[in-house]
């Protein structure tokens, strides 16, 4: 079965580069959900879009945006990268069904290191 | 807020069975299991619903009490697979497209 794609898998920058990372969801799934994850540390929520909507929005900095695109694809656009950023990113994706009936399958991350 | 997992760690051999604990302080709508190994990304295991039900595949069950907004994994008989970290993610009751993870709980099965 199809999962969740995500790319680079592995993306190294300095500080105050700028980094793209891409997320192609499950096939037919509707939303995409964005989670940083620091070393030993839980997945912590950043952003979800439905049908191409942001849908909610958790501790994503303001240098960082989002975006679905019309293929609902996701793009996590990073700006002014700072030595904290440094974490794996995860995307997740599921199909809407009621709440909390929604499953959400992650992808395998990009590991973002910071120099 | 964040939920309390409990315990932090625990070290099992195979075919022991272990338990692992999810509270929250806040009225919960959904808890989601999952299990991530070193590096990799979470596996989905299973969801919970208010309404206190209580679920299972294979050795792997879980449950959800309501009134405590506590939710319960049971792994019995386990496996060297088993080892990893798992996290519970819970969705609020109101809230949107949200997980809220715990700390996590580290399994580690010896043989």
């Known amino acids: 079965a199809a999962g969740v794609i995500q790319s680079p898998r592995h993306l190294i920058k300095e500080k105050r580069e700028t980094a793209t990372l891409k997320c192609y969801p499950i096939?037919?799934?509707?939303?995409v959900y964005w989670y940083q994850q620091g070393p030993g540390q839980d997945p912590q929520f950043l952003i979800s879009f439905y049908e191409k909507m942001q849908s909610d929005k958790g501790s994503i900095p303001d240098r960082f945006s989002a975006q679905q695109f019309s293929d609902y694809h996701s793009e996590l656009n990073m700006s002014s990268l700072e030595l904290g950023d440094s974490a794996l990113y995860f995307c997740a994706s599921s199909l809407a069904g009621g709440w909390g009936q929604e499953t959400q399958y992650f992808g395998p991350g990009t590991r973002l290191l910071v120099l | 807020q964040q939920p309390v997992q409990s315990p932090q760690a625990v070290i099992l051999r195979e075919g022991e069975d272990a338990v692992i604990n999810c509270s929250s302080s806040k009225a919960l709508y959904s808890v989601h299991w999952y299990r991530q190994k070193h590096g990799e990304a979470p596996v989905f295991l299973m969801i919970?619903?208010?309404?206190?039900e209580q679920k299972g595949h294979d050795k792997i069950s879980a449950s959800f009490n309501e009134k405590k907004q506590q939710s319960s994994l049971y792994l019995t008989a386990s496996q060297l697979s088993y080892s990893g970290t798992y996290f519970c993610g819970t969705e609020f009751s109101g809230s949107a497209r949200q997980l809220t993870f715990g700390s996590g709980t580290q399994l580690t099965v010896l043989p």
């Open positions: 096939p037919r799934h509707d939303t």
């Open positions: 919970l619903l208010k309404g206190g």
